[in-house]
């Protein structure tokens, strides 16, 4: 994976435009020794109330697709076998994503379609439950249900992005039959699937912003109008710590100082996506962000500890 050169969080912040620092910042600011009371001068993280999201000191480590790529786990993403990864390793929130099979059966499952990686082919929707289960991924892992992650993790907290609009009610419905909606955070890319979501289960799942909405948050002068103006629905923005922009080159920021502040002074979280650099782990952390979203479990673990911030016991929410 090609490295992403950070931000220099010295350097100027102005909305969505951003110059990059000369190269020779990254080697200064990686030769740094941050610690968590400098990385976090400034700045006082939100108690929401949530046992998701209230942690003792730390940001929330987050196991996206259970880390994908973690050196022992590429090409075995959102498999039982990577969540079985994290856990060991000390996560406790396993980012995940939802698509339903044609006989609504929920699937930890990211693409529409079977064939990037499982030796399958096919849209997910268009098939039997008994069909998908016989797809593997990487060639030697089932596809796993969204019921078989939470009896493996009864314990774990779960972010789930929703990927297809057929699989809002059926999630809805298996979060209350399970009783555990105060065990996830629910996102999409669309916003019409999550507006739905929130209407069905009327405010009892924390739920993030969807592009519309995080639009609204960047462009705010205040976390508070930002807050309004979402219908105060937003528990967390989950974003990229960048946006390229197609045919330009230019990398716009999304994640600034600013954005913390606003967030936090509205008494909300900011989660960034997905972050497997340690300098830029470092960076953010020194942002404020709330959370981090890795594909690489042990490079963030390792950081996060090297800061004495990794919180590696379990994380139960009250009962």
């Not at 390793?89 to 339903?100: A, F, I, K, Q, S």
């Not at 979060?175 to 699937?193: A, N, Y």
Request: hydrophobic letters at 40%; a neutral charge; glycine letters at 8%.
């Amino acid at each position: 994976m090609a490295r992403r050169a950070p931000v220099h969080p010295g350097a100027s912040e102005l909305p969505f435009l951003h110059l990059h620092p000369a190269l020779g910042a990254r080697k200064r600011f990686h030769d740094l020794t941050v610690l968590p009371t400098v990385l976090n001068a400034g700045v006082t993280r939100p108690r929401t109330g949530h046992d998701y999201l209230d942690r003792p000191s730390g940001p929330i480590p987050f196991a996206h697709r259970g880390g994908a790529l973690h050196p022992e786990l590429e090409g075995l993403e959102n498999t039982l076998h990577a969540f079985r990864h994290a856990y060991r390793l000390g996560y406790r929130h396993l980012e995940t994503d939802v698509h339903c099979t044609r006989d609504g059966v929920l699937l930890a499952f990211h693409d529409r379609r079977l064939d990037r990686v499982t030796d399958r082919t096919g849209n997910v929707c268009d098939l039997s439950y008994d069909e998908v289960r016989l797809a593997l991924i990487g060639t030697r892992e089932p596809i796993p249900t969204l019921g078989e992650l939470f009896d493996e993790f009864p314990h774990a907290c779960f972010n789930i992005d929703i990927k297809a609009p057929d699989a809002v009610e059926p999630l809805a419905r298996f979060l209350r039959e399970r009783r555990v909606e105060d065990r996830v955070l629910v996102g999409s890319f669309s916003p019409e699937s999550l507006n739905r979501f929130r209407a069905i289960t009327l405010g009892r799942v924390l739920t993030s912003a969807h592009p519309l909405e995080v639009l609204i948050w960047v462009l705010s002068p205040s976390g508070r109008l930002a807050d309004w103006l979402t219908g105060r629905r937003v528990a967390a923005l989950q974003v990229p710590h960048h946006r390229r922009i197609p045919g330009l080159g230019w990398r716009l920021p999304v994640v600034t100082r600013r954005l913390v502040r606003k967030a936090h002074a509205a008494g909300r979280h900011v989660h960034v996506w997905t972050v497997d650099d340690p300098v830029e782990i470092r960076e953010l952390l020194a942002l404020g962000v709330d959370g981090l979203m890795t594909d690489r479990t042990d490079m963030l673990k390792d950081v996060l500890i090297s800061m004495g911030v990794w919180e590696g016991e379990p994380h139960e929410p009250r009962t």
